[in-house]
């Protein structure tokens, strides 16, 4: 089957995946004039200063020193992060997404793997603790040194950044955070606190949970202008379309119908009555008292018709976002009462 052939096919499951849009959340509707919209870098209507005019309201949105949009994803942003930095030395987890290492690579940094201790009785790796830290950064003397760590993680848990910022300031040690799973953060009081104003550099994922469509993302700098950076890994005929999706998916969660549609997501996963296992509840982490991972996942897919987004031999992680319905977490409601949950 080919792209185009794939993308006509209807998928008649129940999604809890990315890209979290799930198909029938649209930001802007009339998507059949895309090729109409696409117009060119050099074009009249100077496209390029409209791009500079709304990432500087969104960076007043974040209360960040620059924002700046991304249609290549996170990965993207993580390297373009690691680039703008400067540094030669950067601490990486060893379990982390491939783009902090190829990063590091591209910028000729000295890496240094830290590992986290796996969580057996859920088979996941959690965030880094302020402790471990603390132990990385002990020896530090080089001021041109970068600590990357993943927060969220893929499953949902989230480091201590507001003390793991102190620490890295107290070293003169910058702090890079992969926040892909976190882009619904900074709206939201219900949810964990967002890296966008005590990291140096932050990148989110809007496609992941906030509704945008793949690979839309956010790179966010309280350090150097990334620009530079950005520009040495991206092309130079961007998709205006794309970016005017990025423009319209941040005015949307900053506005009182964006807010009220997270407030109803988090309410409506609360009426699941599940034990909160992590510290995102839009990730629902469930580990059930018979069944593997492996096992619950093929049962949901089988029998009910539901798709997780990542599992493993103890969990099943079932992924929110802005185009999570009322309807799906019903059925999944439906589903989970009927497996013992």
């Known amino acids: 089957m080919g792209l185009i052939s794939t993308l006509k096919h209807k998928n008649n499951k129940t999604l809890f995946t990315t890209p979290s849009h799930s198909g029938r959340f649209y930001l802007i509707h009339k998507f059949y004039q895309w090729y109409r919209n696409d117009i060119s870098e050099t074009d009249a209507y ?55 290492r190829n990063g590091a690579e591209l910028a000729h940094c000295n890496s240094f793997e830290y590992s986290i201790p796996k969580d057996e009785n859920l088979g996941v790796y959690k965030a880094i603790s302020v402790d471990m830290v603390k132990e990385l950064l002990k020896n530090i003397t080089d001021k041109n040194t970068a600590l990357l760590i993943t927060s969220p993680t893929y499953e949902g848990f989230c480091a201590n950044i507001k003390e793991i910022s102190r620490l890295c300031r107290e070293k003169n040690v910058k702090l890079i955070v992969d926040e892909a799973h976190g882009a619904l953060y900074p709206f939201s009081d219900k949810l964990p606190e967002s890296a966008v104003k005590y990291a140096d550099y932050t990148v989110q994922s809007l496609h992941k949970t906030a509704g945008g469509i793949n690979p839309t993302a956010l790179l966010h700098s309280n350090d150097n202008n990334p620009e530079r950076a950005l520009a040495m890994i991206n092309t130079t005929s961007p998709s205006y379309p794309m970016l005017a999706t990025i423009e319209a998916n941040v ?42 991972g492996y096992e619950l996942s093929k049962i949901l897919f089988d029998k009910y018709g539901i798709e997780d987004e990542r599992t493993n031999d103890k969990t099943t992680m079932l992924l929110c ?18 497996l013992g949950f």
């Not at 993580?78 to 902090?100: E, M, R, T, Y």
């Not at 976002?321 to 009927?338: E, F, P, S, V, Y």
């Open 46 to 100: 100077n496209p390029q200063e409209a791009l500079k005019d709304a990432e500087t309201k969104t960076s007043k949105i974040y209360g960040t020193k620059y924002t700046k949009f991304l249609t290549n994803g996170s990965t993207s942003g993580v390297i373009a992060s690691i680039l703008a930095s400067g540094c030669k030395n950067i601490f990486i987890w060893d379990k982390a997404h491939p783009c902090h």
């Open 251 to 292: 005015n949307f969660l900053n506005s009182s119908r964006g807010r009220k549609c997270i407030e109803h997501l988090i309410s409506e996963i609360k009426d699941l009555n599940l034990p909160l296992l992590n510290d995102d509840i839009t990730k629902i982490l469930l580990k059930h008292k018979t069944f593997s």
């Open 321 to 338: 976002g802005i185009g999570t319905d009322k309807k799906a977490l019903q059925r999944l409601k439906k589903a989970l009462n009927n």
